[in-house]
């Protein structure tokens, strides 16, 4: 039979043991979810790439911290971030909805949302944005920042149509595309790539700027293990003080 001391020095041993797997398994179960948004994300060759994602892979790079990138629609990202502790998302706006629902480790760039109507819609060039608030069908992806935008503004709830983001991509464009809603929301740079890259037809005109501030971050879920967001934040800092930040912005946001 073991001596009383030396049992309780066991006990200790194993506690202290199991609660560096429990803190090692935390950080091993770490998951990266982001959605189809070029150029701050994209998928090609089987590989998730684009001006957010290479931030986020130099930030896990350099806390060595062991996890997956998945590409999925907007709508699961951000339900699972919301919901999964240890879950990071990008790239996402900080609207005053979703301030104190997550931690926010650092900015990717400004945000910045237009109204986009078909270049043949020549019956909706003069119109006024107070007239689009009254009169204009809008087309949101179901769970993006815009539609948070829009109602602020004061759009007419009846004429705002959110689409179920079944798929990855702007699926109020597609309905657009079918003569279902006047209007679609959507960041102009995303927009212009994918016209350059060929993705979707250059059929499209930028009618109103609805929102130019605040901007699009990498956050967590708001029961993260401290550890791990001490470490991104810090890293970012690092990164932001270096100039990296920067630098990837004006390499992909230059055309």
């Keep these: 039979m073991l001596h009383p ?7 200790l041993c194993l506690s202290l043991f199991f609660g560096y797997l429990t803190s090692s398994a935390a950080e091993e179960e770490l998951l990266v979810l982001t959605e189809k948004f070029p150029p701050f994300n994209y998928q090609e060759d089987n590989t998730i ?4 994602t290479q931030i986020v892979k130099e930030l896990l790079k350099r806390v060595h911290l062991k996890c997956s990138i998945e590409l999925v629609p907007w709508t699961r990202a951000y339900n699972t971030a919301l919901n999964r502790p240890n879950t990071i998302i990008y790239t996402m706006a900080k609207t005053a909805s979703r301030l104190n629902k997550f931690h926010w480790i650092g900015k990717i ?19 006024t944005i107070e007239a689009a608030k009254e009169k204009a069908t809008i087309a949101v992806t179901q769970g993006d920042a815009s539609m948070e935008t829009i109602r602020e503004m004061g759009f007419s709830e009846k004429n705002i149509t959110a689409v179920r983001d079944v798929t990855t991509g702007n699926l109020g464009m597609k309905h657009v595309l079918k003569g279902r809603s006047d209007f679609f929301p959507s960041n102009p740079y995303m927009l212009k790539y994918r016209v350059k890259i060929g993705e979707v037809p250059d059929l499209f005109i930028n009618q109103f700027v609805i929102h130019d501030a605040d901007g699009y971050y990498i956050a967590a879920n708001i029961d993260t293990n401290p550890s791990i967001i001490k470490k991104l934040t810090d890293s970012y800092r690092e990164l932001e003080e270096k100039g990296y930040i920067k630098q990837v912005v004006s390499e992909y946001l230059k055309f």
């Design 5 to 11: 001391i030396k049992s309780l020095f066991l006990i």
């Design 49 to 52: 790439k684009g001006l957010s």
């Design 109 to 127: 760039s400004n945000r910045k949302v237009s109204l986009f109507r078909l270049r043949s819609r020549q019956d909706l060039a003069s119109m």
